[in-house]
């Protein structure tokens, strides 16, 4: 049994289930035992030990003015810190947890990053999700119908901390994806927060019932942000004023951007995982922390709405056409507080008064930018002069004066030693500063008083911590020290004195000084209230100065740029002359191309060399819709975007291995996604998908995803592939185009051009590297026959949606031809491309020859000729009737 502070300790630390307690003993807060060591690893600090009921423990302090950065270093490394207070009691004092400070709660950030906490609950009708930003007071709730839905939105929040429900705690199979995907603390709060009731009452409480009820929020979104509501609450943050507007997240005037797609056009982070290069890092000229984080939301969260996307455009392009009002919208941004982050700390009783001078100083920007803007013809009838109308501005204004009446110009950075308010705000505080300034007034006169009076020359009068005020003499001169002269100190070349007066004045002082910083602090405690209060003013100004940081930089980008206003229209057509990659034509000397998509043209097959571009060409096309959908200009000469509802990109496996973050079978989750996912209002961008397996298998799935892409999603699709087979899709499929990348070679060597042709690539390419490389001429000429046969001979059937497939495979197992079995009409996979990649396979381990021996053997001269006409035909000549015509015939005469 330990007693004393230690047991004191280990019994609060009982109390909690927070990783570390910092508990205030005086003048420190102490770490013990365990967490001392823990700390001092952690922090650098040094361990002392503490004795206590004859046994010794470990023990690690910091001074109470220092905690905060220490706790928020803890915090930032994944800790959750519990602090105990002491506080004062009629025998003596007592301790309590006042705070548990988490990663999603922790206040003090120096990141200008959204920092969310989130909770998500698995319930009746899919999953619910709540996320909150305790630094700005954001609350969003979603759902998510599946796995996939909470991955996605944990990617686009990524969140600091997540508080799984109570049900999902044992579901390890979605935990152990939520921990891959995200680096998020997971704490375990308290069932019960969890509960529907007890959740919807609080929400209710929180954002009224109403709003609740109107926003027609799921039950386990609910849940989910009740629990986080009872979460912020029991760590003690104090912030919940702050969190004044519920969003629902995931409303379907947004773009689908699901978090694989997000990564693959890198647009808040590259795929090695670094910000620079990514499209944010790209077009981020933002001047302030709430301008950057709505960039970053627009871009993972584009719009459809032509309306509000005009509107943006109008803006942006009235400011790239204003360039001057530009830079002095500029620099007035430029010392923008954090509004949103304000109302967060006043309410939890963070706030210093510098915030709140700043918070005034910000709120008067709003005045300043309007202004701007009215004196700017271009700027005055654009869409900015909404922007800044939204807030209500006379509010703002009014509660600037209020701020900037009650606190001094230049604040201290502590609001309990006074100097924070103006004279003439408040009576009571007035009255005190006239007796205050009289004593502080007659202490001033006092040296020279003494002076004349006693003809002294080296007095001064003076204060520190021991002494108080004394009088201090010149050791030359103390002889003309009169009697009523008390001395309280010698000095080596001078000595101290008091006088009764003095001390009195002293006494007068220490209480008026008193009085004063208790004022001051009660009236500024009344202000941030005030300012906690109008969270919700905040808030919308702090949107307003962070939409035109918003607009501003992307229009600045654009000018430097030499970007485009594209037309957005509700129709299929993607059309863009000259475009350009919006990261890779900052670094590189970008080669424009064209792209030309409408109702009748929907599929574009991209071939091409390796490295010739076309991963390139094809995020280009997704960049540059979504760029129009968030109101951007974009790189090209011209553009017209069709607002589509989601975009969807795949990679396929062997490019993402070479990240080592995939697999074959998490490129076909993908891929299934999509197609379940994808409308034809959709842009879906495949990058060799299919490539992850056996040539056989790819073929065929990559075939057959098109098929279904293109009869039964009917999305806008760009599919870059290295299988030329794929390329006479175009034959079969009526809105399928080719087009590739060119290169030429020229004297062995091989120029890319980066240009976008119509129509696929060479297909002799390379075999040609492989001549100019000078491979034998048998060879080559071998390669070339073999070649002429595959793309002649080898049928893959194209399937227009529904109808019996045709088939005839070039068997590489055997090296000879022989017709398939049916294909499966409902994965509209080719039954003999499955078979023959099957004997691919067996091949490859020794024992593939049986089957076509049998195949040979089952079939006699009919067979032969069925192979020679079958050899004689022109696929891409023949219309698809009579192929299948065709083939039942050969059939039949195999039967
Ligand atoms: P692929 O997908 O065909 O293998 P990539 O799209 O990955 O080729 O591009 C290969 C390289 O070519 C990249 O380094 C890219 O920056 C560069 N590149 C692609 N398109 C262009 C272009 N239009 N102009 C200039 N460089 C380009
Ligand atoms: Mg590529």
Same mark, same amino acid.
């Given at each position: &049994?330990?007693?004393?502070?230690?047991?004191?300790?280990?019994?609060?630390?009982?109390?909690?289930?927070?990783?570390?307690?910092?508990?205030?003993?005086?003048?420190?807060?102490?770490?013990?035992?365990?967490?001392?060591?823990?700390?001092?690893?952690?922090?650098?600090?040094?361990?002392?030990?503490?004795?206590?009921?004859?046994?010794?423990?470990?023990?690690?302090?910091?001074?109470?003015? #220092?905690?905060?950065?220490?706790?928020?270093?803890?915090?930032?490394?994944?800790?959750?810190?519990?602090?105990?207070?002491?506080?004062?009691?009629?025998?003596?004092?007592?301790?309590?947890?006042?705070?548990?400070?988490?990663?999603?709660?922790?206040?003090?950030?120096?990141?200008?990053?959204?920092?969310?906490?989130?909770?998500?609950?698995?319930?009746?009708?899919?999953?619910?999700?709540?996320?909150?930003?305790?630094?700005?007071?954001?609350?969003?709730?979603?759902?998510?119908?599946?796995?996939?839905?909470?991955?996605?939105?944990?990617?686009?929040?990524?969140?600091?901390?997540?508080?799984?429900?109570?049900?999902?705690?044992?579901?390890?199979?979605?935990?152990?994806?939520?921990?891959? $995907?995200?680096?998020?603390?997971?704490?375990?709060?308290? $069932?019960?927060?969890?509960?529907?009731?007890?959740? /919807?009452?609080? !929400?209710?409480?929180?954002?009224?019932?109403?709003?609740?009820?109107?926003?027609?929020?799921?039950?386990?979104?609910?849940?989910?942000?009740?629990?986080?509501?009872?979460?912020?609450?029991?760590?003690?943050?104090?912030?919940?004023?702050?969190?004044?507007?519920?969003?629902?997240?995931?409303?379907?005037?947004?773009?689908?951007?699901?978090?694989?797609?997000?990564?693959?056009?890198?647009?808040?982070?590259? &795929?090695?995982?670094?910000?620079?290069?990514?499209?944010?890092?790209?077009?981020?000229?933002?001047?302030?922390?709430?301008?950057? /984080?709505?960039?970053?939301?627009?871009?993972?969260?584009?719009?459809?709405?032509?309306?509000?996307?005009?509107?943006?455009?109008?803006?942006?392009? $009235?400011?790239?056409?204003?360039?001057?009002?530009?830079?002095?919208?500029?620099?007035?941004?430029?010392?923008?507080?954090?509004?949103?982050?304000?109302?967060? !700390?006043?309410?939890?009783?963070?706030?210093?008064?510098?915030?709140?001078?700043? $918070?005034?100083?910000?709120?008067?920007?709003?005045?300043?930018?309007?202004?701007?803007?009215?004196?700017?013809?271009?700027?005055?009838?654009?869409?900015?002069?909404?922007?800044?109308?939204?807030?209500?501005?006379?509010?703002?204004?009014?509660?600037?004066?209020?701020?900037?009446?009650?606190?001094?110009?230049?604040?201290?950075?502590?609001?309990?030693?006074?100097?924070?308010?103006?004279?003439?705000?408040?009576?009571?505080?007035?009255?005190?500063?006239?007796?205050?300034?009289?004593?502080?007034?007659?202490?001033?006169?006092?040296?020279?008083?003494?002076?004349?009076?006693?003809?002294?020359?080296?007095?001064?009068?003076?204060?520190?911590?021991?002494?108080?005020?004394?009088?201090?003499?010149?050791?030359?001169?103390?002889?003309?020290?009169?009697?009523?002269?008390?001395?309280?100190?010698?000095?080596?070349?001078?000595?101290?004195?008091?006088?009764? *007066?003095?001390?009195?004045?002293?006494?007068? &002082?220490?209480?008026?000084?008193?009085?004063?910083?208790?004022?001051?602090?009660?009236?500024?405690?009344?202000?941030?209230?005030?300012?906690?209060?109008?969270?919700?003013?905040?808030?919308?100004?702090?949107?307003?100065?962070?939409?035109?940081?918003?607009?501003?930089?992307?229009?600045?980008?654009?000018?430097?740029?030499?970007?485009?206003?594209?037309?957005?229209?509700?129709?299929?057509?993607?059309?863009?002359?000259?475009?350009?990659?919006?990261?890779?034509?900052?670094? @590189?000397?970008?080669?424009?191309?064209?792209?030309? &998509?409408?109702?009748?043209?929907?599929?574009?097959?991209?071939?091409?060399?390796?490295?010739?571009?076309?991963?390139?060409?094809?995020?280009?096309?997704?960049?540059?819709?979504?760029?129009?959908?968030?109101?951007?200009?974009?790189?090209?000469?011209?553009?017209?975007?069709?607002?589509?509802?989601?975009?969807?990109?795949?990679?396929?496996?062997?490019?993402?291995?070479?990240?080592?973050?995939?697999?074959?079978?998490?490129?076909?989750?993908?891929?299934?996604?999509?197609?379940?996912?994808? @409308?034809?209002?959709?842009?879906?961008?495949?990058?060799?998908?299919?490539?992850?397996?056996?040539?056989? #298998?790819?073929?065929?799935?990559?075939?057959?995803?098109?098929?279904?892409?293109?009869?039964?999603?009917?999305?806008?699709?760009?599919?870059?592939?290295?299988?030329? *087979?794929?390329?006479?899709?175009?034959?079969?499929?009526?809105?399928?185009?080719?087009?590739?990348?060119?290169?030429?070679?020229?004297?062995?060597?091989?120029?890319?051009? /980066?240009?976008?042709?119509?129509?696929?690539?060479?297909?002799?390419?390379?075999?040609?590297?492989?001549?100019?490389?000078?491979?034998?001429?048998?060879?080559?000429?071998?390669?070339?026959?073999?070649? #002429?046969?595959?793309?002649?001979?080898?049928?893959?059937?194209?399937?227009?949606?529904?109808?019996?497939?045709?088939?005839?495979?070039?068997?590489?197992?055997?090296?000879?031809?022989?017709?398939?079995?049916?294909?499966?009409?409902?994965?509209?996979?080719?039954?003999?491309?499955?078979?023959?990649?099957?004997?691919?396979?067996?091949?490859?381990?020794?024992?593939?020859?049986?089957?076509?021996?049998?195949?040979?053997?089952?079939?006699?001269?009919?067979?032969?000729?069925?192979?020679?006409?079958?050899?004689?035909?022109?696929?891409?000549?023949?219309?698809?009737?009579?192929?299948?015509?065709?083939?039942?015939?050969?059939?039949?005469?195999?039967?």
């Amino acid at each position: &049994m330990t007693g004393g502070i230690v047991g004191e300790f280990f019994d609060l630390r009982r109390e909690t289930d927070a990783d570390l307690l910092a508990m205030q003993c005086g003048d420190f807060y102490e770490f013990f035992a365990e967490d001392a060591e823990t700390v001092a690893e952690e922090l650098d600090l040094k361990v002392s030990q503490k004795s206590s009921h004859g046994s010794s423990y470990p023990m690690a302090g910091v001074p109470v003015d #220092d905690l905060t950065p220490y706790v928020t270093a803890l915090v930032e490394r994944g800790y959750r810190v519990a602090v105990a207070d002491q506080y004062e009691t009629s025998t003596g004092h007592a301790r309590e947890v006042t705070r548990v400070v988490t990663p999603g709660t922790l206040l003090e950030t120096s990141d200008a990053d959204a920092q969310y906490l989130a909770a998500l609950v698995d319930g009746e009708g899919g999953y619910g999700l709540a996320f909150a930003d305790v630094t700005t007071g954001r609350f969003h709730v979603s759902g998510a119908d599946d796995p996939e839905g909470v991955l996605t939105a944990l990617y686009r929040f990524d969140p600091v901390e997540l508080l799984p429900g109570p049900a999902l705690r044992a579901d390890d199979a979605l935990l152990d994806r939520v921990r891959q $995907a995200s680096d998020a603390t997971l704490t375990l709060h308290t $069932a019960e927060a969890f509960a529907p009731g007890r959740a /919807r009452h609080r !929400l209710g409480e929180q954002f009224g019932a109403e709003t609740v009820g109107s926003l027609g929020i799921g039950d386990p979104a609910v849940r989910a942000g009740g629990a986080i509501l009872s979460y912020v609450e029991e760590t003690g943050v104090g912030v919940l004023a702050s969190m004044t507007r519920l969003q629902q997240h995931g409303a379907s005037d947004h773009v689908a951007l699901d978090g694989t797609t997000q990564r693959n056009l890198e647009l808040t982070e590259t &795929m090695s995982g670094g910000s620079e290069g990514s499209l944010l890092a790209t077009l981020d000229h933002t001047v302030t922390s709430a301008g950057r /984080r709505m960039l970053t939301e627009w871009l993972q969260r584009p719009r459809r709405e032509r309306e509000l996307l005009t509107r943006r455009q109008s803006a942006v392009e $009235a400011l790239t056409e204003a360039a001057m009002a530009r830079d002095r919208l500029r620099e007035t941004l430029d010392g923008a507080y954090d509004l949103e982050r304000l109302a967060s !700390l006043a309410a939890s009783g963070s706030a210093d008064a510098r915030d709140l001078r700043a $918070a005034s100083e910000t709120l008067d920007l709003l005045e300043t930018l309007a202004a701007i803007v009215a004196e700017t013809p271009r700027l005055a009838e654009s869409p900015l002069v909404g922007v800044l109308d939204r807030p209500d501005r006379e509010a703002a204004a009014a509660l600037a004066t209020t701020l900037d009446e009650a606190l001094v110009a230049d604040p201290p950075g502590t609001v309990t030693q006074g100097g924070l308010i103006r004279p003439g705000y408040d009576d009571d505080l007035d009255a005190v500063l006239e007796e205050y300034n009289a004593v502080a007034g007659w202490l001033e006169d006092l040296p020279a008083r003494e002076k004349r009076r006693h003809g002294i020359t080296h007095l001064t009068v003076d204060r520190n911590k021991t002494d108080g005020y004394y009088i201090q003499v010149g050791n030359s001169e103390t002889d003309a020290v009169p009697a009523e002269y008390e001395q309280i100190k010698s000095l080596k070349n001078s000595e101290r004195y008091t006088i009764p *007066e003095l001390e009195k004045r002293e006494r007068e &002082m220490l209480r008026l000084e008193e009085q004063r910083n208790e004022l001051e602090h009660e009236l500024f405690e009344a202000l941030c209230e005030r300012v906690a209060d109008r969270a919700d003013l905040l808030g919308a100004v702090g949107r307003a100065l962070a939409e035109a940081d918003t607009l501003r930089s992307l229009a600045a980008h654009a000018a430097r740029n030499d970007w485009t206003r594209p037309t957005v229209h509700e129709g299929g057509a993607l059309d863009i002359e000259a475009g350009c990659h919006p990261v890779v034509e900052q670094t @590189t000397e970008f080669v424009p191309n064209d792209l030309r &998509m409408d109702d009748d043209r929907r599929f574009l097959v991209v071939t091409g060399p390796n490295m010739s571009g076309k991963s390139t060409y094809m995020r280009q096309a997704a960049l540059i819709t979504l760029l129009a959908q968030i109101g951007s200009f974009v790189p090209a000469r011209r553009a017209r975007v069709g607002l589509v509802d989601g975009i969807y990109t795949r990679v396929g496996a062997l490019d993402e291995l070479a990240q080592g973050r995939s697999t074959f079978m998490v490129e076909m989750q993908e891929l299934s996604n999509i197609l379940h996912s994808a @409308t034809e209002d959709s842009l879906v961008i495949l990058d060799e998908v299919g490539r992850g397996t056996a040539t056989y #298998d790819g073929i065929s799935i990559a075939w057959a995803a098109t098929e279904y892409l293109h009869n039964t999603v009917g999305a806008k699709t760009l599919f870059a592939t290295h299988y030329h *087979e794929l390329t006479s899709l175009a034959d079969h499929l009526e809105r399928v185009a080719n087009v590739h990348v060119a290169a030429d070679e020229r004297d062995g060597d091989v120029t890319f051009l /980066r240009t976008v042709r119509e129509g696929p690539t060479d297909r002799s390419y390379g075999v040609h590297v492989a001549d100019l490389a000078g491979v034998p001429d048998p060879v080559v000429d071998r390669s070339r026959e073999v070649l #002429d046969r595959l793309r002649d001979e080898k049928a893959i059937e194209a399937r227009g949606g529904g109808g019996e497939p045709v088939q005839a495979v070039f068997d590489l197992g055997s090296g000879e031809f022989r017709a398939g079995e049916s294909g499966d009409a409902e994965t509209g996979v080719p039954a003999a491309d499955a078979a023959s990649a099957d004997s691919t396979a067996t091949a490859a381990d020794g024992s593939g020859g049986d089957t076509t021996d049998e195949h040979r053997g089952r079939y006699g001269e009919e067979a032969t000729e069925v192979l020679d006409a079958l050899a004689a035909l022109d696929v891409s000549e023949t219309p698809p009737v009579e192929l299948m015509s065709r083939v039942q015939e050969w059939q039949r005469s195999l039967e």
